[in-house]
């Protein structure tokens, strides 16, 4: 699936920019250590904006459309910016059998944003996941990590309301 | 001695190279496997599977571009298995590409469609199923790109990336949403792009084409307010035969000129010309740098692809560049002013034409800051050779059979110098044969006094000495080569006082705007060889081969500028440069 190029504006703190300068720096003579620094910028902003891909080609003397286009390869990285509430909703066979999809659906429509995306207010950020265990609770989804389980589309308003201030 | 192995092919047995791969096993044993993303060189990925071949052992059919022979091995080239998988190949790729053939720039010289007809393909519509769209970026100076027509061999991002150093393209996304382009999707004229254009010549389809400026010289030519003169590279008088199917390295000056009087030009002049004019003014530039020593080393300013790339990416030396016009801005210069005062005519009325073998001068010809004459371009198209066969075609010219012709004067006397420009080291060669008679005050003993500089190797480096002085000079051609040599002079490694770079392998002779010379040709020819002898010999054969000895330009200086380096031609002449972002 093609990946959302986030419109939300950079926030990287000189905290962060400190931390990844620190991985680029151990990593910066072994080109194929890219992927590696990628994985470490994600864990430290939450995903891979421009700015920080920049940073990670000017470090690491590789060119940016490399770096993005390992970006957009492999599906653990992420364009999009986690927002306050990370909401993931399960696809794996059991929850899709009891109507996942439905449940994405749904929260999609009331927040605007499809899989893999953040409101433009950084409140609520989406994604579509694998099993995450809880197979009996089906459909499952899970916003920052409290799981909501045999959930119908009904149900999404007003789960999603408690978070909208 | 050569390592050789004993291996069969379709029957017959055949002696190789070890590490040899089939391809090339099966060429020089003149069976030609067919291929689309392989490109000697810089791109042997295996990845599209049209040069797939039954290998006697082998569990599946093997890419015969990247799989090696071993003695004893028995190959099979032309088995049903391998043409019906060839044939589904191409289906494949038809299923997803924009089958606009009739009007595709490259109808006729397609390697898919050639491949398509080759193997029967009775139905281009076999698979059809979900097609993405993807919109055209013509955002850029010099090309468009249609990715409803790439078929993802990665040509052209191996160009990119191996020969120029640059990878502003690549492949983006994954699976079936696979395509190529920039990073975020940016398009090629909001990235450090250099307008090169060799990944244009790397396609083997109509996804990468130039700009086409055919109409608007039409428009000009047929406007009668308009006196429409045009002007022709060195290196396009040995590649444009090959569009009218001249062997490569033909040299077709006199047909060529002659086409350009039947097409309607008012004037048809010689690049050369300025291009010796271009040797005066550096040659006084680089002795006058050199004396001071002063920002040096001196580096070439001719290839608009490589000032674009030392604008984005080396803009620390752009004070070691030359502030010389490439021959293209001063030959425009040149018409706007001394020409139209000689001949009378409003330089508003002065429409230039060139032909070049390269893209990039569409985008130099639009640097609009230093013109001649202030708010008049310099130059008003900038077409190139592809698009000047296009225009003779057009018109009917039955090229092979009109009879020569002579260039215009003014503008139409060219030195061998000049001549030699089209090939990487013939302006370090024309500039060094000039500089050596100033500097001496002797006649040039041998013209091959200086041929350490020629050949296509990708960093050429020499030491001669002028008068007890000795010159360090460097020559290099493809942007990854003069990464290397420039990252030597900031390193401190290398000391050099002159560097003539071209942004394109083996110089214009490889132009991002030449002829398009399919794979199954380029992967067992030197296209940059046999295209700069071509070359080589015209100089050989022409009586002035020093720059400041071709009368037409003793005449300008004479009549106009006065001498090289002055006031006036400063102003005229010379240019200046821009950094420019790299993100």
Redesign the interface.
């Known amino acids: 699936?093609?990946?959302k190029?986030s419109s939300i504006p950079f926030k990287g703190t000189p905290e962060q920019k400190t931390k990844l300068d620190a991985v680029i720096a151990e990593c910066k003579d072994d080109k194929s250590q890219l992927m590696h620094v990628m994985q470490e910028a994600q864990g430290i902003y939450g995903y891979l904006p421009?700015e920080v891909?920049?940073m990670i080609a000017e470090g690491m003397d590789v060119?940016?459309?490399?770096?993005?286009?390992v970006a957009?390869?492999?599906a653990q990285f992420s364009l999009s910016p986690k927002g306050e509430y990370d909401i993931s909703v399960c696809l794996g066979t059991a929850c899709y059998v009891k109507g996942s999809q439905q449940i994405l659906d749904k929260i999609s429509e009331v927040l605007g944003i499809g899989a893999g995306e953040c409101t433009a207010d950084g409140k609520f950020s989406l994604e579509a996941c694998r099993c995450i265990g809880a197979c009996g609770l089906a459909p499952v989804f899970t916003i920052n990590g409290e799981v909501y389980g045999k959930v119908t589309a009904d149900d999404i308003p007003g789960i999603l309301a408690k978070y909208m201030d | 001695m050569e390592n050789l192995v004993n291996i069969k092919i379709n029957g017959f047995d055949y002696q190789v190279p070890a590490g040899s791969t089939i391809l090339e096993a099966a060429h020089s044993a003149g069976i030609e496997i067919p291929t689309l993303c392989y490109l000697k060189d810089i791109n042997a990925i295996g990845a599209c599977r049209i040069c797939v071949v039954e290998v006697k052992g082998a569990r599946s059919l093997v890419a015969s571009c990247v799989f090696p022979v071993n003695e004893g091995m028995e190959i099979f080239t032309n088995t049903p298995k391998v043409i019906e998988s060839r044939k589904t190949t191409l289906e494949l790729i038809l299923s997803t590409h924009k089958k606009e053939c009739l009007s595709c720039v490259r109808s006729g010289n397609c390697e898919l469609q050639q491949l398509c007809k080759d193997y029967g393909i009775e139905d281009a519509n076999k698979y059809d199923g979900a097609f993405i769209n993807y919109a055209i970026d013509d955002s850029a100076t010099h090309m468009y790109r249609d990715n409803e027509k790439c078929i993802l061999c990665r040509r052209c991002v191996a160009a990119c990336e191996k020969l120029q150093g640059i990878s502003v393209i690549g492949a983006n996304a994954r699976g079936f949403d696979t395509h190529i382009g920039s990073a975020f999707e940016y398009n090629l004229n909001d990235v450090a792009c250099v307008s090169c254009g060799q990944c244009i010549t790397a396609c083997p389809t109509g996804a990468l084409s130039e700009r086409d400026d055919t109409q608007k010289v039409f428009d000009a030519i047929n406007d009668p307010a308009k006196h429409v003169i045009v002007q022709t590279a060195p290196a396009v008088r040995v590649a444009l035969g090959e569009e009218f199917g001249k062997e490569m390295g033909t040299i077709v000056t006199g047909k060529m000129v002659a086409a350009l009087k039947m097409l309607g030009f008012d004037k048809v002049f010689d690049t050369n010309f300025t291009a010796d004019l271009t040797i005066m003014e550096e040659a006084t530039e680089f002795l006058e740098r050199f004396e001071k020593k002063e920002n040096l080393p001196l580096i070439t300013s001719c290839s608009p692809g490589w000032i674009k790339f030392c604008e984005h990416y080396y803009p620390e030396f752009i004070p070691n560049l030359s502030s010389c016009k490439s021959p293209q801005g001063m030959f425009g210069s040149v018409a706007k002013t001394f020409y139209a005062e000689k001949m009378g005519i409003d330089p508003k009325d002065i429409y230039v034409v060139s032909v070049m073998p390269c893209t990039a001068k569409k985008f130099e010809a639009e640097r609009l800051d230093h013109t001649a004459v202030k708010g008049l371009a310099d130059i008003d198209a900038s077409i190139t050779v592809r698009e000047l066969a296009r225009m003779i075609k057009k018109a009917g010219i039955n090229f092979n059979n009109i009879p020569d012709a002579e260039f215009d004067a003014p503008f139409g006397l060219g030195s061998g110098a000049g001549t030699i420009f089209g090939a990487t080291g013939g302006v370090m060669e024309a500039a060094l044969r000039t500089a050596y008679e100033v500097v001496t005050n002797k006649e040039l003993p041998d013209f091959d006094a200086f041929k350490d500089v020629r050949g296509v190797e990708g960093v050429k480096e020499a030491t001669y000495n002028l008068d007890g002085a000795e010159i360090n000079v460097a020559v290099c051609s493809g942007l990854v080569n003069a990464k290397t040599v420039l990252d030597m002079v900031k390193s401190g490694e290398k000391k050099y006082d002159f560097i003539e770079v071209m942004a394109c392998p083996g110089g214009c002779v490889n132009g991002g705007g030449q002829p398009i010379v399919p794979a199954s040709v380029k992967n067992f020819t030197d296209v940059r060889a046999a295209r700069a002898a071509g070359l080589y010999n015209d100089d050989k054969n022409l009586k002035i081969r020093k720059s400041h000895e071709n009368p037409d330009v003793k005449a300008v200086y004479d009549e106009y500028f006065g001498k090289p380096g002055s006031h006036k031609a400063h102003d005229i002449l010379h240019t200046g440069y821009t950094e420019r972002a790299k993100y």
Do not use: A, D, H
């Open positions: 699936m093609l990946k190029i421009r891909q920049v060119p940016l459309e490399k770096v993005y286009g957009t390869f492999y």
